[in-house]
Every structure is written in C-alpha cells, then in structure tokens.
C-alpha cells in the first residue's frame, strides 16, 4: 500500500513540476516579444520583467527607485523618483528604512538646513546617509528630491540664503519687467540677475568674465579682472 501511495505521490510531484514549467514558458511565450527589453508591471511603480534571449526575469529595482517606463535594455532600468514617474494607480514596495534613510536610496532633506542655508540635502545608498550639497547658488527641493532656484522652494528664505535682495523692478513701455544684473565684489564669474524682484545667482560661460561696467558677461580677454580682490 505505501508503494502505490508513493508513486502516486512521485507521479503528481512529476505532472505539477510539469505543469510550472508549461505555465512558465508559456508566460516568457506571453510576455517577450521581444529579444531583449523590458516591461513594466502593472500596478507597480518599482517591478519589471527584463527579457534575455526571450526568457523573461521578474526584477523590483532597489528600495527607493522606480521602473523607467521608456528605457532601452540594456540601460539599467531604475532612477530615482525625480528622474522615473510613478502612475496615481501604482504603489512602490514598502520602504525598508534605517536610522538616517526613510528609504534605502534617494535624495532627502537634511537635519543641518535651515532656511537661509537651504543649499543641505541628505543622499541615500544601501541605507547610509551622506550629506551633501547643492551647486552655489541652488537650495534643494524636498518636493521633487533635486536642487533648485532658492525662490522655487518653499523650504528656503532665498534673500537670507542668497545674501541678495534685488531692488524694485522697472518697467518698459509694454509692461515688461526689465533684467538687471548685478557684480559681486570679489568674484569674476558669478553675478546676480535680478527680473520682477527674483534674484538667481548666476555664473558666465567658459571664456567669459562678467564686466561691471556693463553688468554682463563678456569675452574674458576683454576685462581685467582678479578674483577675491
């Protein structure tokens, strides 16, 4: 009686190993129709399916990143949330944070910025924390996880942060705002470029240095100038 009990047993061990692996090759049949490529997941913002030679993996990028829609393989097909979109039907893996990191990968705001030293932001990998900051001139949105123009983050006091506030604006004929740019004492290449009362501190080409005396940028052998005096 075991006998008969065991290949039994054997023999619907055998039809449901079988069975997986029809519905597995017919599922890779379904899915990869292409060579190489990838697909998305429904539903998921961070899951995919990566085809190679037409068999088909089932992936979830890192914690903290999402699928890029419109990659080409063989581009690695994850990117944080400000370079990859999520869908309002779509919901990412559930966050493994650590003691610094709400996510294991991303960009956050940092404990030391303040808002009029709103250039902080906090970066993220494998779960360990790392302060950085933004270029000169740039404060770093929480909203969308990059740097941006101080006046664009709510975050920021972008006169306090940017030591600058620009006088009222003026006007021509059509009610158009005129730009103003202003030096900076001690620097060559950067300037603040003032329009409807907005300042952005900004920085001449290569080759270039900014002229004061027509608060614009030129050729760099045109002026003479020594930065920090």
Known sequence: ???????????????????????????????????????????????????????????????????????????????????AQCDDDDTPQQAIASQDCKNQYGFFASPLATRSDCGKYRMCVAGKAFEMECSMGLAFNPETGRCDWPDLVPSCNADEFLGFKCPPATYDEFGKAYVVNFSIPGSCHYFFSCMENVARLLLCDSGFLFDSTVNRCVDATRVECHEGR
Do not use: H
């Not at 090759?25 to 913002?45: H, M, P, W």
């Not at 990566?50 to 829609?69: H, L, N, Q, S, V």
């Open 1 to 83: 009686m075991f006998f008969f009990i065991s290949i039994a047993a054997a023999l619907c061990a055998i039809s449901g190993a079988t069975q997986i692996q029809t519905q597995d090759a017919a599922l890779e049949d379904i899915v990869c129709k292409e060579y190489n490529t990838y697909y998305k997941i429904k539903g998921s913002c961070d899951s995919y399916v990566e085809c190679t030679a037409y068999k088909a993996t089932y992936k979830t990028c890192p914690d903290g990143m999402y699928f890029i829609r419109d990659v080409v393989w063989p581009t690695y097909p994850c990117a944080y949330p400000s370079d």
